[in-house]
Nanobody, 125 residues
Framework: QVHLVESGGGLVQSGGSLRLSCTASGVGSDSYAIGWFRQAPGKKREGVSAINFRKFYADSVKGRFTISRDSAGNTVYLQMNRLKPDDAAVYYC?????????????????????WGQGTEVIVQS
């Protein structure tokens, strides 16, 4: 069982920055692929970014968001810069077995086996 704990959400002014953290625990959790998804009211959950040995980004955040992993592999960060009102959502961390992960379909929600509790990001104008 892989357990995911998210933190870093909160209130931020439009144009500001936040850093989200996802910490994984459990057997082999330091080698799992990690993804970030978000869901705003009235919208479906969408993929934001993912990381294994490569990094992947949705077009809507490319150039503004940066995903990274610490040297131990158990914590993944999402640095969010130049935030817009459209970025406001509940952000979820997800994990997938490294041998099952496909960079060709990382944005598909059913691919991911484990999910965190979510952390809310509110962007104020």
């Amino acid at each position: 069982q892989v357990h995911l704990v998210e933190s870093g959400g909160g209130l931020v002014q439009s144009g500001g920055s936040l850093r989200l953290s996802c910490t994984a625990s459990g057997v082999g959790s330091d080698s799992y692929a990690i993804g970030w998804f978000r869901q705003a009211p009235g919208k479906k959950r969408e993929g934001v970014s993912a990381i294994n040995f490569r990094k992947f980004y949705a077009d809507s955040v490319k150039g503004r968001f940066t995903i990274s992993r610490d040297s131990a592999g158990n914590t993944v960060y999402l640095q969010m810069n130049r935030l817009k009102p459209d970025d406001a959502a509940v952000y979820y961390c997800a994990a997938d077995h490294p041998d099952a992960f496909s960079g060709n379909s990382w944005w598909l929600e059913p691919l991911w086996d484990y999910w965190g509790q979510g952390t809310e990001v509110i962007v104020q104008s």
